[in-house]
């Protein structure tokens, strides 16, 4: 297992460099320079004055000198500061990264919660009107954009029933709530965004669920466990289930991207303080050196995310772990 | 043994391209058209969807958005399917230190934020939906590149294979004329997929205002006004919403009945 482990980990090194180097030279190559925006901007500033700031950033330098430097920064934890106010960059994000972290942990746990119950129960009944229905409403629902949900149910909750709050995490009050008060609202306010960023992953999920079980159920090893007198429930929960369950875990680790990329939609609707939402900012100023940073970030907790279900595969099923 | 999805997915298919190409004959109003007198009007029978906060008729938006998001659709689609089938082929063909190269550079581009680096490539290069079918198919051709290469992989060893070699088929002729027409139908299943992805994907930028840019419409810009008109006109927010459903919808069933006919 350490081995194993220590792999992987090993691994990780040459991915991201290769990620942050395609990143680097994609952004940096595509036309239009972050400095033209100060520019444009100031319809004032000279040509020196140009010349001077691409200086100031070591934009001048050619691009494989200026990435060797933004590694090595990177290494020391130093990604810059950001162009549109002068703050470090880290910091700005430190700052806001808890609340995506919390919102994505939450809908990954309501993804379980749901898509394994209901794909096994539309496995199980997979010839009867609820196996139909489970299947068309996951159908349904996977093709659904989820931005255009969100903004469905916010016309549905927020704005006709008036029952939950239309946008950002807290009240203006939230300052002066007692403990549970404040629990209270931040779940108010976290619980659209939360369901409606997992319900896309539901229908897919609970889809794959269902085909996973539908597979563990029709081979020879529940012959046996059915011949030999197990109960129904026991060879349903105990040899189909577990078996079904096994790939799923890789699924979880693939799907982080996706929430992550969600997150920048999602936070700008619900207008949610957290890093997808200083994602889209930076990429209207063209702030540099703040998008780097969150690509890596990103990119790290990706990876991140597959390690894990790496290891749990590797824990759960032991054939994964003496393989070479 | 008729296969229901299949059929029901070409004429959606075929449906739809013929909105999308008839859209100047289809649609009842010029999409542009500004009405001052007819700003945010309910669906009503000269308006079949209503009008949007400029009085432009929504039901010839959407048709005219039909254009944009099959164009991004089936150009990304196409762009990510040319550079996977390569990828894939060169990586299964010739297998060793370049197949192990190319499968690195797959798993680089898998543990990509793509979603990050398409929003900050279109802010930087400029939103163009030229710039968004590019980038959208630099960033998604993974899928295409493993499946061709495990096909290949598979197929080589066969004896037609084989017999192709020994009457002296160069490796292009092998690869163009014997690999590829043997694993198109995973192929055109995931193409089928990927053309959702992408209608997603641009749907999403151009929500953002990082997409099509008005006045041209696009599904995804005509709800950028939704935030702003929601609990006052609905249909701004129902209409282009289902819109992209239906086309995503159509789309997987196509793609579920081409997986039914494999087998």
Redesign the interface.
Known sequence: MITYLAKRLIAII??LL??TL??FF??RM???K?VMLQQSLNPKISLEEIKRLEKLEGMDKPLLVQYKNWLWNMLRFNFGRSISDGRLVVDKIMERLSVTLTINILSLLFLFLFAIPIGVKAALKANTAFGHITTFLT??F????T??LA??A??LF???LKWLPISGITSLDFEYLSWWGKLADLSRHLVLPVIVSSIGGIAGLSRYMRSGMLEALSQPYIYTARSKGLSEKLVVYKHALRNALLPLVTIVG?SI?GL???S??FE??FSIPGIGKL??EA??M?DINL?MA??VL??IL??LG?LIADISYAYVDPRIRYKK | MKNRALISGIVFIIALSCVAAFAPLLSPYDPAAINQDNLLSAPSSAHLLGTDSLGRDLLSRIIYGARISLSVGLVAVGIATLIGLSIGCLAGFYAGFLDMLLM??V???????????I????????PSVFNIMLIIGLTSWMGVARLVRAEILSLKEREFIQAATAIGATHFRIILRHLIPNALTPILVNATLGV?AAI?IE??LS??G?GVQPPTASWGNI?IE??ST??VA?WI??F??LS??IT??GF?IFAEGLKKEIG
């Open positions: 040459p991915l290769g990620i395609i990143s994609v952004i595509a036309p239009g972050p159908f349904l996977f093709a659904a954009p931005f255009w903004l469905l916010m016309q927020c704005i006709q693939l991207p992550l990329g969600g920048i939609i700008s609707i994602f889209y990429a209207m063209r998008i969150e690509v990103v990119a990706t990876m597959n | 690195r550079l798993d680089v581009m898998l543990c990509f934020p793509t979603f990050y680096l929003l900050a490539v279109t802010a930087i290069a400029g959702s997603l749907s999403g929500f953002l990082l709800l939704s935030k929601l609990g609905w927010t129902v282009p919403g992209i459903l995503i919808l997987n």
